[in-house]
């Protein structure tokens, strides 16, 4: 597939090796909307055109494209790509509302294109491991997982999540929505109602929140609680399942890395569960690549990002009045 990069970020810049580890992926050309950056990361990425016009961009016959850009703009630009024939590749959250995401959905089956969302932490091997053991009853009938997913955002992420709500800043669309994703592939249900709580630790300025916790309530009774925060240096991140049989418990999963040690304790004491450590973003190109292919879906389809997307505005909903939120 001919490949387009739309937004020349951060995270385009982890997912791009990834990408090259495929067969028969070309990745042509990055759409910015600084000419200079988009030379700079052009040529650091070896791809042959840069560009500031997306018309231009997808006037150039691509496959599929890969959208990294500010959060208000992965709707526009996703409708675009889709309308120029591209299967699109769109990072979290999928769009800033419910009705945008909807849109998008609806286009891409309209124009039979695929849309996935790069909920990476669903190509991890631990998690895999994780939600097959529940599914097989490993730890008896799930009642509860508590999630940290609390980290220290590194100074060079620090721009527009943590001072533009406009753009989708803020710990709940940034993080919120990854750990809603996450337990609706562990526990295979839906989330139903949250309470959120949101705080100001020292990064988030103006409205933006840098640190969540939330109560989530999810078909089948199972109860989550969940811990996001820009401001938390040095702690690890942890998963912790809790079944009437026994519990499920991780280290280190939560992150880009595609790591993380997990452990199962039971009536039999406890061991540890071997998980390799994988490419998370390889992983998921690589089923979107697929699903393009006509084999299978993407890890996260863009009706999965719509449902991430649901539980990160309840919550803030939930955190700006005060109240449990049903998730729409
Ligand atoms: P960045 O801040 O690196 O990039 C976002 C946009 O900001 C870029 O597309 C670029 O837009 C612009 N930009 C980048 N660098 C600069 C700079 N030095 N000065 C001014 N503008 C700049 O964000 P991330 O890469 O962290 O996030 C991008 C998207 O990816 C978001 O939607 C985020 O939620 C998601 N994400 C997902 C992850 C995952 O694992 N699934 C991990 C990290 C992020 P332009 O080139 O158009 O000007």
């Not at 070309?26 to 997306?54: I, N």
Request: charged share 20%; hydrophobic share 45%.
């Amino acid at each position: 597939m001919r490949w387009g990069f739309i937004g020349a970020s951060n995270i385009a810049e982890r997912v791009i090796p990834s990408l090259r580890k495929i067969a028969g992926q070309e990745l042509v050309a990055v759409c910015s909307r600084s000419a200079h950056r988009a030379q700079q990361f052009a040529e650091q990425q070896g791809l042959a055109s840069a560009h500031t016009d997306l018309s231009e961009l997808l006037a150039l016959g691509l496959d599929a494209v890969y959208i990294s850009s500010t959060n208000e703009q992965h709707a526009a630009q996703t409708l675009a790509a889709l309308d120029a024939g591209c299967h699109v590749l769109c990072e979290k959250p999928l769009a800033m509302s419910l009705a945008d995401a909807a849109a998008m959905i609806e286009r891409a089956e309209a124009q039979g294109r695929v849309l996935g969302t790069n909920h990476h932490l669903r190509a991890s091997a631990l998690h895999g491991q994780v939600r097959q053991m529940i599914a097989d009853g490993a730890i008896g009938r799930v009642h509860g997982v508590q999630v940290s997913h609390a980290v220290y955002l590194p100074p060079h992420l620090q721009g527009w999540r943590i001072d533009v709500p406009g753009a989708g800043g803020g710990v709940v669309l940034d993080i919120l929505v990854h750990d809603a994703d996450l337990l609706r592939f562990l526990l295979q249900a839906e989330p139903r109602r949250i309470t959120t709580v949101t705080r100001q630790h020292g990064l988030g300025q103006g409205q933006v929140e840098d640190s969540a916790m939330s109560l989530l309530e999810f078909d089948g009774g199972v109860l989550a609680q969940t811990h996001e925060s820009f401001v938390a240096k040095h702690a690890a991140t942890r998963l912790h399942v809790l079944g009437t049989e026994g519990a499920l418990y991780a280290e280190g999963s939560l992150t880009q890395d595609g790591g993380g040690r997990l452990w199962l304790r039971d009536a039999s004491g406890e061991r540890e569960v071997p998980a390799p450590k994988v490419d998370l973003y390889e992983i998921g190109c690589d089923a979107f690549v697929r699903a393009c292919a006509g084999q299978g879906a993407p890890l996260a389809s863009g009706a999965d990002g719509e449902r991430s997307l649901a539980v990160a505005l309840a919550a803030l909903s939930s955190a700006a009045n005060g109240r449990a939120q049903q998730i729409d």
